[in-house]
T-cell receptor
């Protein structure tokens, strides 16, 4: 069975500092994508970053980057220069392909608070 | 602007009164899906659609219906809502390629009294 585990329910970081959010997963697939989504207090689900498993290079989007360790099945998100607007719940997710369905499997999420 | 829209954003209704939550995307995506998000249960898939007139059940389809008459629209229908359908609902769409990114609508907060 495909699973996604986020073991840290809450984290806090000082504004302008760096924080890393952890995610581990389990899959029997050899090729797949992984995603981090952000859910701010508005409750909208916003894509933060995407990683293709066949790529060696870690994905980067401005202040957001991932540390993807395929053998360890680990996919952590690093947020540099944290800003107050980064306060949100963060979900690690990846699609389970079953026939024509591409259902996203989500972790339980991490609540990140950025302190001024 | 590429986006997924949902309406209404907030809805309070009573048990048994039929309602429809609309979802529309302007990205020409083939794949669309509905999820519900509940505390402690995370996001669960309700229904999905691979293309026009092609829909199928997700993990929690009971009490819901969908239709896909046009590529851009994927409404969620609750024929006889019950309090256990009180939830936050998300519509998502993707280009249909195997590993394509799913983009979410803003969510609909539904309360059934």
């Amino acid at each position: 069975a495909q699973t996604v585990t986020q073991s840290q329910p809450e984290m806090s970081v000082q504004e302008a500092e760096t924080v890393t959010l952890s995610c581990t997963y389990d899959t029997s697939e050899s090729n797949y994508y992984l995603f981090w989504y952000k859910q701010p207090p508005s409750r909208q689900m916003i894509l933060v970053i995407r990683q293709e498993a066949y790529k060696q290079q870690n994905a980067t989007e401005n202040r957001f980057s991932v540390n993807f360790q395929k053998a360890a099945k680990s996919f952590s998100l690093k947020i540099s220069d944290s800003q107050l607007g980064d306060t949100a719940m963060y979900f690690c997710a990846f699609p389970l392909l079953t026939g024509a369905n591409s259902k996203l499997t989500f972790g339980k999420g991490i609540t990140l608070s950025v302190r001024p | 602007e590429a986006q997924v829209t949902q309406n209404p954003r907030y809805l309070i209704t009573v048990t048994g009164k039929k309602l429809t939550v609309t979802c529309s995307q302007n990205m020409n995506h083939e794949y669309m899906s509905w999820y519900r998000q509940d505390p402690g249960l995370g996001l669960r898939q309700i229904y999905y659609s691979m293309n026009v007139e092609v829909t199928d059940k997700g993990d929690v389809p009971e009490g819901y219906k969908v239709s896909r008459k046009e590529k851009r629209n994927f409404p969620l229908i609750l024929e006889s809502p019950s309090p256990n359908q009180t939830s936050l609902y998300f519509c998502a769409s993707a280009s249909g390629l195997t590993w394509s990114t799913q983009y979410f609508g803003p969510g609909t907060r539904l309360t059934v009294l």
